[in-house]
């Protein structure tokens, strides 16, 4: 009967050992995911501001006054139009020259 007794109280101790680790890991494991939550959380918001600040460089009024600063670009106007001619005949020279294959002055193959 000790024997019987021993068995059973190594069998308790094992039992409660490992109800302990149990209880350990699962502690463990639900402060991780509540971590998890939290910089799931701030990772959202992060997410959300990102995209509003995308959205406002992306405005037109911000790419016009990029393109005026950096790239000394305006908005063309009758006034500064410039048109240029070709010379008289060239037209009718170039149309022909390329209705019969023959090369154009200055174009390369």
Known sequence: M??????????VIASALLLVKTAYDARR?????????VEAGRLQGEH???EA???LQATNQRVDRSARERLKM????P??????SAPAGSAAAS????????ATPGARR
Do not use: P
């Open 2 to 11: 000790t024997k019987f007794n021993v068995l059973l109280l190594v069998a």
């Open 79 to 84: 006034a500064i139009t410039m048109y240029e």
């Open 48 to 50: 959300k501001r990102l």
């Open 29 to 37: 494991l639900f402060t991780a995911d509540h971590r998890a939550d």
């Open 95 to 102: 149309a022909a020259g390329l209705a019969t294959g023959a």
């Open 74 to 77: 305006f908005t063309a106007t």
């Open 53 to 55: 600040e995308r959205e």
